[in-house]
């Protein structure tokens, strides 16, 4: 079973910046999987944010992101990433990392750090 952990998240003024990450368990071909960070905040449904392809030549972002997330991943560290900048308090939520096969369609996820923008 794949394990993913998320870290980096954080209590950031609007208008700062942090950086997640999510680490893949270590015998976890890694190369193979899709990675996406989804968010969920209180009461509202999971949502995608961000998305990378297994040799991360595609990306893609939902639009109230555009311009300020960045997603990226080195498959040698089995890590994906995830670049928050110019942060607003309505990206407040539980941010979340999954892994999609790219044959299989086998799906895994992390247990989530909570990120709050607020002053």
């Known amino acids: 079973q794949v394990q993913l952990v998320e870290s980096g998240g954080g209590l950031v003024q609007p208008g700062g910046s942090l950086r997640l990450s999510c680490a893949a368990s270590?015998?976890?071909?890694?190369?193979?999987?899709?990675m996406n960070w989804y968010r969920q905040a209180p009461g509202k449904e999971r949502e995608m944010v961000a998305a990378?392809?297994?040799?991360?030549?595609?990306?893609n972002y939902a639009d109230f992101v555009k311009g300020r997330f960045t997603i990226s991943r080195d498959n040698a560290k089995k890590t994906v990433y995830l670049q928050m900048n110019s942060l607003k308090p309505e990206d407040t939520a539980v941010y979340y990392c999954?892994?999609?096969?790219?044959?299989?369609?086998?799906?895994?996820w992390g247990q989530g750090t909570q990120v709050t923008v607020s002053s």
């Open positions: 990378i392809t297994s040799a991360g030549g595609t990306t």
């Open positions: 270590r015998y976890y071909s890694f190369s193979s999987y899709n």
């Open positions: 999954n892994a999609v096969h790219r044959v299989t369609g086998y799906n895994s």
